[in-house]
């Protein structure tokens, strides 16, 4: 009931005018690195001081107009060669709408695509982000074209609450292509995807074996202590080399897992969004935990 309820107003225009006036005062802070590129690179440094890899996220998605879908192409395209010239250890992570999938497939492909160049020549590496179900053919065949036209640094995300995902991560794995696995952060039908928690983390647990034991390169993106220890348990079992995968988290939450597990020697990436557009972001990290609404109210509260 909470998630779903915070889950409807990620998407809701009048709720996102509402909390930009509060601007990251309500909290967004803790969880996105900054409204500006050079805020974001000042996180990235600190990270990849403790050994930490980053993905850069430029917030945006859900965009009207294929203006701002050109907008947000330049500034990752920017991005790419401020980590080039920054020497930055990392990556960059983007969401397929951001760049005009909702509006026109044709053009999105063609925006992400030059950014996938401008990525190859700096050898750097780009992850489509995965939203919600209308988009999720969508993304994995945008990535599986990409790979046919000979662009290898580009991948995707599956969800591991949606049905279909064994077969699509059974498909992308014969494709050697990247992949992050999640459990799923939007909102489904029950037609389409695991309701029970459960259900979510077996299925997971299905999806990390299947692509560990093909040796393709995975990241597992969780907080979750359970998966992670059972993750590390049986790649020790099947003696899968730490070089196969690594562990991905969130821009401040479970930071000091990231740290030990980084100490530990494990490859660990965290995920590091900024920009303007940090509310539907913002809006689905307290959807995932009911604690983190008091920790708004709280900051409402604060003059
Ligand atoms: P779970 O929700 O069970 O959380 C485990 C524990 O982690 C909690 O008990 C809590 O302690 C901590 N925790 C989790 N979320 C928290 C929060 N918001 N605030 C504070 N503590 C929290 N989803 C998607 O649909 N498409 C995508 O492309 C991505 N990409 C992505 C990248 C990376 C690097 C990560 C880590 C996650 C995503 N996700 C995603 C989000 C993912 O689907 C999922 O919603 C969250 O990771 C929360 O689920 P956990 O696996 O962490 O487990």
């Known amino acids: 009931m909470y998630r779903s309820l915070l889950l409807g107003l990620a998407g809701n225009s009048a709720a996102e005018a509402l909390a930009l006036r509060y601007g990251m005062r309500l909290g967004a802070s803790r969880f996105v690195a900054g409204t500006t590129l050079g805020e974001a690179l000042a996180a990235v440094k600190a990270l990849n001081g403790k050994g930490i890899a980053v993905t850069l996220d430029h917030l945006g998605e859900g965009i009207r ?4 879908a050109d907008g947000y192409m330049g500034a990752y395209l920017s991005l790419l060669q401020a980590m080039n010239r920054e020497a930055v250890n990392g990556n960059v992570s983007l969401k397929p709408t951001q760049m005009g999938l909702a509006l026109d497939p044709v053009s999105a492909l063609d925006r992400i695509r030059a950014i996938v160049r401008e990525a190859e020549l700096h050898s750097l590496f780009v992850r489509l982000d995965m939203e919600n179900s209308p988009y999720t053919t969508a993304t994995i065949e945008l990535v599986r074209q990409l790979h046919r036209e000979g662009f290898s640094r580009v991948g995707t995300v599956i969800q591991a609450y949606l049905y279909r995902s064994a077969v699509d991560v059974k498909r992308l794995t014969v494709e050697r ?22 259900d979510v983390d077996s299925n997971f647990k299905r999806l990390i074996k299947i692509r560990l034991d093909s040796g393709v390169y995975t990241g597992i993106a969780t907080h979750d202590e359970t998966i992670i220890d059972w993750t590390r348990s049986y790649a020790h079992r099947r003696s899968i080399p730490r070089s196969a995968y690594e562990f991905q988290m969130l821009y401040g939450i479970r930071t000091p897992l990231q740290e030990s597990l980084a100490r530990e020697g494990y490859t660990v990436r965290c995920y590091v969004p900024y920009g303007e557009r940090w509310y539907p972001y913002f809006v689905r990290r307290l959807a995932e935990r009911p604690a983190n609404a008091a920790f708004v109210l709280r900051n409402m509260g604060r003059r």
């Open 177 to 198: 292509i990247n992949l992050r696995l999640v459990k799923g952060a939007y909102k489904e039908s029950s037609s389409i995807a695991f309701a029970k928690r459960d």
């Open 65 to 68: 107009h294929l203006d701002e």
